[in-house]
């Protein structure tokens, strides 16, 4: 079908509060943005990373209303992956937001070994300026921190420095710690993550310098760049760009969630929501650029610059206003796809409740998984850790105890270290148990089972975001020869703790469907046959009974995209020895959700299932399912695509037009990139998790994806123009980069001046 695309772009973040002289005013850009464009129609697939048009419409119709004054936005969302920029290359004075890049650089020096944060400094008030070497120095009275003019001829700590520079948008403390990281230094680092949008050359009341146009600028997209970095970053997100632990971005982080200027970004959006933000004002100029971090999804970046808005409080009414709109359209959509049902809706909303924030994506690596979820655990009056093995590359391998009944069940993830979303689920469970520890269920759980957790069983595959550990062996098909010490280790558990119930937690394949259908399977589940002879078992019939009991608890979430895994016995495998070796095991598989690219949603899923499965197993409830609510699940069925092109006229260089359809896969389905031809021809029979509908258009190929003999080569990266004839001079219509729909260049609208 055919659906309407607006091309828009770009990044989000950092900005706070501290006088600067003002100098001439710059010349005002001639465009609202440099790398987005007003909405307008064109044909697009459904899935192409994009905000609503509607909104982007919002958005710009905002910051009209602010002329002759100048607003920049940038908008990252982490999860998804979709940008957008209005105005976000325009270049501004930086004001305070620069020291967001100055705590930057320190930290990565720290990490570096120049120094410890610990270290001390003496605090002085006179300073050198970088245009003529003349000394300076800085009055309280044009300081948001006047505190430390008490600590000059003192010391103290580089951390205590950084603190007040964010929080207090301290001048004097920036300006002690700029001469400490070096600007050379600040913007090496600012360009090695692509932040050249941002410029530091200096600290704060260099009035030569000021006089020579020698100022710190900044523009949306480059602030947006900085923040980003850190956000992804503390994640373990290896895209951040920065050579620095997720414990140190953690820690930058919470020094910019302590902010005390929230007037902007934080009003826009519910109380008790984190923000992490830096404002930064001089004379008609007022910033914010922060990290949002909305309880059930992945944080979002959002940076608002003004120019030319003499009063304060309609500057800060701007940027609130964008950021309630930025947040009612995030968290809106995320409730619009919610199930109907209120009990699936209430088991979500209490999953929210339990969420583990620090842990946004599917993508982190160990360190980072166990900085957040480590002290929940050590700090936990009912949880236990213990490290019981070690990875080929020696990361500890924790296995998690609560209760002390006499059931023993065991639960163990990321077997394959890329498919976290169970693992994620396991985090909030920790965090529900110790914090429900004395209602019903948790009690119930607490006295009737000994449950034992392995969160990460490959946690060298974790750091590489692959499949298989560090020899590139599988362990899931490590059971009978047990080469690996992965293997081993949960191989010497069985023994050990002789667990009644098992759950082996998996993710498969996105594009998987429900049978023949068009569905892909959310969910699959399986009770792993213990030979191959298809023979019952007790366990066997047990684990049925269980497997029932998750698809009931997980159905109204995700109705009807729920399949039943292939059964058939593999020797090597564990949940299959597993079965074989008397543990009632129930394999569970997180497979793709539509908007769900870091499976935050999945998540909740697993986590409303597996305490339904363990709650019936304590109360024994399990025993009057139904396996009738497993048995009837359809099986996996044959992948989809990710995209079919239908109905078009396929142009080739040289030769005559033919009818043909156009099957294409990402190789990152999740994240929609990496486009890729996988086929051609008459694929009405294919089906697709998005369809393209070119009926009566000329699909025009360039000479880049065919093969020397000029035909389709497949496997090529798919990028095409659709026109309306079959001329090169025809009408262009709409085209695909990258497998994703823009518009054509012709129908571009830029925002113009308001």
Same mark, same amino acid.
């Given at each position: 079908?055919?659906?309407?695309?607006?091309? #828009?772009?770009?990044?989000?973040?950092?900005?706070?509060?501290?006088?600067?002289?003002?100098?001439?005013?710059?010349?005002?850009? *001639?465009?609202?943005?440099?790398?987005?464009?007003? @909405?307008?129609?064109?044909?697009?697939?459904?899935?192409?990373?994009?905000?609503?048009?509607?909104?982007?419409?919002?958005?710009?119709?905002?910051?009209?209303?602010?002329?002759?004054?100048?607003?920049?936005?940038?908008?990252?969302?982490?999860?998804?992956?979709?940008?957008?920029?209005?105005?976000?290359?325009?270049?501004? &004075?930086?004001?305070?937001?620069?020291?967001?890049?100055?705590?930057?650089?320190?930290?990565?020096?720290?990490?570096?070994?120049?120094?410890? !944060?610990?270290?001390?400094?003496?605090?002085?008030?006179?300073? *050198?300026?970088?245009?003529?070497?003349?000394?300076?120095?800085?009055?309280?009275?044009?300081?948001?921190?006047?505190?430390?003019?008490?600590?000059?001829?003192?010391?103290?700590?580089?951390?205590?420095?950084?603190?007040?520079?964010? *929080?207090?948008?301290?001048?004097?403390?920036?300006?002690?710690?700029?001469?400490?990281?070096?600007?050379?230094?600040? /913007?090496?680092?600012?360009?090695?993550?692509?932040?050249?949008?941002?410029?530091?050359?200096?600290?704060?009341?260099?009035? @030569?310098?000021?006089?020579?146009?020698?100022?710190?600028?900044? *523009?949306?997209?480059?602030?947006?760049?900085?923040?980003?970095?850190?956000?992804?970053?503390?994640?373990?997100?290896?895209?951040?760009?920065?050579?620095?632990?997720?414990?140190?971005?953690?820690?930058?982080?919470?020094?910019?969630?302590?902010?005390?200027?929230?007037?902007?970004?934080?009003?826009?959006?519910?109380?008790?929501?984190?923000?992490?933000?830096?404002?930064?004002? %001089?004379?008609?100029?007022?910033?914010?650029? #922060?990290?949002?971090?909305?309880?059930?999804?992945?944080?979002?970046?959002?940076?608002?610059?003004?120019?030319?808005?003499?009063?304060?409080?309609?500057?800060?009414?701007?940027?609130?206003? %964008?950021?309630?709109?930025?947040?009612?359209?995030?968290?809106?959509?995320?409730?619009?796809?919610?199930?109907?049902?209120?009990?699936?809706?209430?088991?979500?909303?209490?999953?929210?409740?339990?969420?583990?924030?620090?842990?946004?994506?599917?993508?982190?690596?160990?360190?980072?998984?166990?900085? #957040?979820?480590?002290?929940?655990?050590?700090?936990?009056?009912?949880?236990? /850790?213990?490290?019981?093995?070690?990875?080929?590359?020696?990361?500890?391998?924790?296995?998690?105890?609560?209760? $002390?009944?006499?059931?023993?069940?065991?639960?163990?993830?990321?077997?394959?270290?890329?498919?976290?979303?169970?693992?994620?689920?396991?985090?909030?469970?920790?965090?529900?148990?110790?914090?429900?520890?004395?209602?019903?269920?948790?009690?119930?759980?607490?006295?009737?089972?000994?449950?034992?957790?392995?969160?990460?069983?490959?946690?060298?595959?974790?750091?590489?975001?692959?499949?298989?550990?560090?020899?590139?062996?599988?362990?899931?098909?490590?059971?009978?020869?047990?080469?690996?010490?992965?293997?081993?280790?949960?191989?010497? !558990?069985?023994? /050990?703790?002789?667990?009644?119930?098992?759950? $082996? !937690?998996?993710?498969?394949?996105?594009?998987?469907?429900?049978?023949?259908?068009?569905?892909?399977?959310?969910?699959?589940?399986?009770?792993?046959?213990?030979?191959?002879?298809?023979?019952?078992?007790?366990?066997?019939?047990?684990?049925?009974?269980?497997?029932?009991?998750?698809?009931?608890?997980?159905?109204?979430?995700?109705?009807?995209? %729920?399949?039943?895994?292939?059964?058939?016995?593999?020797?090597?495998?564990?949940?299959?020895?597993?079965?074989?070796?008397?543990?009632?095991?129930?394999?569970?598989?997180?497979?793709?959700?539509?908007?769900?690219?870091?499976?935050?949603?999945?998540?909740?899923?697993?986590?409303?299932?597996?305490?339904?499965?363990?709650?019936?197993?304590?109360?024994?409830?399990?025993?009057? #399912?139904?396996?009738?609510?497993?048995?009837?699940?359809?099986?996996?069925?044959?992948?989809? $695509?990710?995209? !079919?092109?239908?109905?078009?006229?396929?142009?080739?260089?040289?030769?005559?037009?033919?009818?043909?359809?156009?099957?294409?896969?990402?190789?990152?389905?999740?994240?929609?990139?990496?486009?890729? +031809?996988?086929?051609?021809?008459?694929?009405?029979?294919?089906?697709?998790?998005?369809?393209?509908?070119?009926?009566?258009?000329?699909?025009?190929?360039?000479?880049?994806?065919?093969?020397?003999?000029?035909? +389709?080569?497949?496997?090529?990266?798919?990028?095409?123009?659709?026109?309306?004839?079959?001329?090169?001079?025809?009408?262009?219509?709409?085209?695909?980069?990258?497998? &994703?729909?823009?518009?054509?260049?012709? /129908?571009?609208?830029?925002?113009?001046?308001?």
């Amino acid at each position: 079908m055919r659906v309407t695309a607006v091309l #828009a772009s770009l990044l989000v973040l950092s900005c706070a509060p501290a006088p600067d002289p003002v100098g001439s005013p710059s010349p005002r850009a *001639t465009s609202a943005t440099e790398n987005a464009s007003a @909405p307008h129609a064109a044909p697009a697939a459904k899935h192409a990373p994009r905000f609503d048009e509607a909104f982007v419409q919002r958005l710009h119709d905002r910051v009209a209303r602010e002329a002759p004054g100048e607003v920049s936005v940038a908008l990252i969302d982490l999860g998804s992956g979709r940008r957008l920029g209005i105005g976000d290359t325009v270049r501004m &004075h930086a004001a305070s937001t620069m020291k967001v890049p100055v705590m930057l650089e320190l930290f990565r020096q720290a990490e570096a070994g120049r120094f410890s !944060l610990d270290d001390s400094l003496v605090v002085k008030n006179e300073f *050198t300026s970088i245009a003529d070497g003349s000394r300076y120095s800085l009055s309280p009275e044009d300081d948001s921190d006047t505190e430390i003019y008490t600590w000059v001829g003192g010391r103290a700590t580089l951390r205590e420095l950084i603190h007040r520079m964010i *929080t207090l948008s301290s001048n004097l403390a920036t300006n002690i710690l700029i001469e400490l990281a070096d600007p050379d230094s600040i /913007r090496t680092t600012l360009a090695a993550i692509g932040a050249e949008g941002m410029q530091v050359l200096r600290g704060v009341e260099d009035i @030569p310098a000021f006089r020579r146009g020698m100022n710190n600028s900044t *523009t949306a997209d480059g602030l947006a760049r900085v923040l980003e970095a850190i956000a992804r970053c503390e994640q373990g997100d290896a895209r951040s760009g920065l050579e620095l632990s997720p414990t140190a971005c953690a820690e930058m982080a919470d020094i910019l969630g302590d902010q005390q200027f929230t007037e902007k970004t934080p009003s826009g959006v519910p109380a008790g929501v984190r923000v992490a933000n830096k404002t930064g004002w %001089i004379t008609e100029i007022d910033h914010d650029g #922060a990290i949002v971090y909305p309880t059930g999804r992945s944080p979002y970046v959002l940076v608002v610059l003004t120019r030319g808005i003499a009063d304060r409080k309609v500057a800060a009414r701007v940027a609130g206003d %964008i950021s309630r709109m930025v947040w009612d359209e995030l968290t809106e959509s995320r409730t619009a796809a919610l199930p109907a049902d209120p009990v699936a809706r209430a088991a979500l909303a209490e999953h929210d409740r339990y969420r583990v924030d620090a842990i946004t994506a599917r993508e982190f690596n160990h360190e980072g998984f166990w900085r #957040a979820v480590g002290p929940i655990i050590d700090a936990s009056p009912v949880l236990e /850790r213990e490290v019981v093995g070690r990875s080929v590359e020696g990361r500890e391998i924790y296995l998690v105890r609560y209760g $002390n009944g006499p059931t023993p069940v065991l639960l163990w993830s990321q077997m394959h270290g890329d498919e976290s979303t169970a693992t994620m689920s396991l985090a909030d469970l920790f965090r529900y148990l110790t914090e429900e520890a004395d209602q019903p269920l948790p009690r119930r759980l607490a006295e009737r089972l000994t449950i034992y957790f392995v969160p990460m069983l490959n946690p060298d595959g974790v750091e590489r975001f692959q499949r298989r550990n560090a020899y590139g062996i599988d362990i899931n098909r490590d059971a009978r020869m047990q080469a690996t010490p992965e293997g081993r280790t949960l191989k010497a !558990l069985q023994e /050990r703790l002789r667990p009644q119930f098992g759950f $082996n !937690l998996h993710d498969q394949n996105v594009r998987t469907r429900v049978g023949n259908s068009e569905r892909t399977a959310a969910i699959a589940l399986l009770a792993p046959p213990p030979n191959g002879t298809g023979q019952e078992t007790e366990g066997l019939a047990r684990a049925k009974r269980v497997a029932a009991v998750i698809r009931n608890a997980v159905e109204p979430l995700v109705a009807g995209h %729920i399949a039943r895994y292939d059964d058939t016995f593999n020797p090597r495998a564990f949940g299959d020895l597993m079965q074989q070796w008397g543990v009632s095991t129930v394999l569970v598989e997180s497979g793709g959700w539509k908007n769900d690219p870091e499976k935050q949603y999945l998540r909740a899923t697993n986590f409303v299932g597996i305490r339904a499965a363990l709650d019936a197993i304590a109360t024994g409830a399990y025993a009057d #399912a139904d396996p009738a609510a497993y048995l009837s699940l359809e099986e996996n069925g044959r992948a989809a $695509n990710d995209l !079919l092109v239908r109905g078009g006229t396929i142009v080739l260089p040289g030769r005559p037009p033919f009818a043909a359809d156009l099957a294409v896969n990402f190789t990152d389905p999740l994240e929609l990139r990496g486009a890729r +031809l996988v086929d051609v021809g008459d694929l009405r029979e294919y089906t697709a998790r998005d369809t393209i509908d070119a009926s009566g258009l000329y699909i025009h190929v360039p000479a880049e994806m065919l093969d020397r003999d000029g035909a +389709l080569a497949l496997g090529t990266r798919v990028s095409f123009i659709v026109r309306g004839g079959a001329g090169s001079d025809s009408a262009e219509v709409w085209r695909v980069e990258d497998g &994703h729909v823009v518009p054509a260049p012709e /129908r571009t609208v830029s925002a113009g001046e308001p």
